[in-house]
């Protein structure tokens, strides 16, 4: 796990270590010590951890006048033994929401596995967003089955067109451009 990067494509056009309104400001990483772990697997040194034992993340993006960010995930997704979803809400989406952010693209490639124990915190995220979205792209199939399982699906967007989605090879606003028509287009009749 130790070789998995956060993407680093984005970093000419942004790193939340130099956004004074991001809940990363200031941060300072290392090329060599590697000190993070999940399940006593160490893991590269660029992720940011959060508060959870198991997932760490990563804010690839973030544009205040579009009001959206890019956030990608490393590990373990539990809220059952150790309230990731909480941790998650209060130091980095509520930090983000104060600032104007209520468009959330979330990448889960690297969500090894999900346990759910409630909603309250994703109805809340939900609730606080206004006429905004969460989106969850290319979470593994297991995963998503888990989301529907503990009926996420009713806050978070996922599955579809969001599965299999080549994020990578676009800029961040033409990624929130594409993801915005997609959302649209399933809200539409």
Avoid at 119 to 134: H, K, M, T, V
């Amino acid at each position: 796990m130790h070789d998995i990067e956060p993407h680093f494509g984005w970093r000419d056009y942004y790193t939340a270590e130099h956004d004074p309104k991001s809940p990363f400001f200031g941060r300072q990483y290392s090329e060599i010590y590697f000190t993070n772990t999940i399940y006593n697997y160490y893991i590269h040194p660029q992720w940011d951890e959060f508060g959870s034992n198991t997932l760490y993340l990563k804010i690839l993006a973030c544009n205040y006048s579009l009001h959206y960010c890019v956030i990608e995930f490393l590990g373990e997704w539990n809220d059952l033994l150790y309230n990731d979803i909480m941790f998650l809400y209060r130091d980095v989406v509520e930090p983000l929401l104060d600032h104007g952010i209520h468009f959330f693209i979330l990448v889960g490639e690297n969500v090894l596995s999900f346990h759910d124990d409630g909603d309250d915190y994703y109805q809340e995220w939900f609730d606080n967003i206004e006429d905004g979205w969460i989106v969850c792209l290319n979470f593994r199939e297991h995963v998503i089955h888990d989301f529907v399982k503990a009926r996420l699906d009713y806050y978070l967007a996922f599955g579809g067109k969001f599965d299999q989605f080549n994020w990578r090879g676009v800029l961040p606003d033409q990624l929130f451009q594409q993801i915005d028509e997609l959302v649209m287009k399933r809200l539409s009749p």
